[in-house]
DNA sequence: CATGAATGAATGAATCGTCACTCAGTGACG
DNA sequence: CGTCACTGAGTGACGATTCATTCATTCATG
């Protein structure tokens, strides 16, 4: 039918990573419609590939989801090890930290709706994917907390896991209500009040 | 088939509450499966009702989501409002919030799956429960706040709506990472935890 | 080179199971 | 009897997945 321009783009930018167009597309999808109300068709649609080539890509839909997490999760903490690992002050790390979890966000609606909305909708996506990333991610935190409190800046008496807990919820809603404001504002600078506060509420 | 003994209870408990009946039932389920996974005819039997008895009392499967957050939300905040309106310390006011807050969905786990879990999952739920309740309760929060402000015991650069969704994220944290952990604890003290670091955080 | 056999990526129509919802009926009760 | 709350088998639609088929590409061969 309408395949005179396929080759084209075909050669063009997808040799190799069509696994890629449809990730993204899924992504789109997926933030737009919500994943149980995404049809595997939609998928297909979005990544100008027919619905039988997702399932040369892809086991399953339920497969995509988790390849769009495990993918960005793996790169997200693999950045943000690498980004404090020539400070010394564990203030600031969290602080980079913070402000990269916003960043990454804030640089991708749709990718920010599927982690901050569609992740969290179902108890068993949660308990797979919080055994694998966010488990990690919460121990990021916890750990350099814990290194503020050996080097004395963090208050003793506080537990570790929960002061973690914390930041990543004030973070985490930060972001879930960038999505659903109609308002139009800039993510990642958030991380500085955040920060602010929580610093505030845990330094020795 | 097994209705011996039904017309008893019915006549026992359910004169008038068939309706709570199944928004009970419903909630266990939902909680169990996710609200996609979950089918209608899991909840009538649940409930103990034919499927067709469910829509004698909801118009569809989504209106009894709907009906479980539109009634515990409205009870929530009723009674977020009169435990405070005898304070005065803006301070005392917001650690009775969080207390109650997690009160609440400490004493029911299914209720708090489903409100932590199901609810979140799909930007079109998240946009109509958030035009209701979720902003309301996210208003509560920032009023306090600002009562604070005016007194003099928060800090009065900080802006109100991001302390109360730093509050707010905060909280939800405990409760999501509550409801996902294998360790049986209580989730209310929690609420002490978070104030201190929160109310440290942004006190003058 | 030209040929054509082999390959396997890509297609999309068809399949098949699953459910939300309907409605014709049942029986308890006054 | 009439009413009415309730029942549960049936229906229609939908959508994930499959698979027979197409076709571009490669490459061994004459």
Redesign the pocket.
Known sequence: ?ARPS??RV??RN?IGD?RAMILRAATRVFARNGYF??????I?RAA??????V???FK???EILHSIFDQNMAEAIAAGGQLIENLDDPREKLRRIAKLHLERLGADRDLAVVFQVELRGSTKFMEEFSAAGFAEYLALLRRTFEEGQRVGVFRKELNATVAAKILFGALDEMATNWIISKRNYKLEPMADVVMDVFLNGVSA
Not at 37 to 42: E, I, L, P, T, Y
Not at 48 to 53: K, S
């Open positions: 039918m396929k080759k075909s050669s997808s069509k109300n995404s049809k595997v068709a939609d297909a100008e590939v027919a619905d039988g080539t399932y040369l890509y399953s839909k339920e």
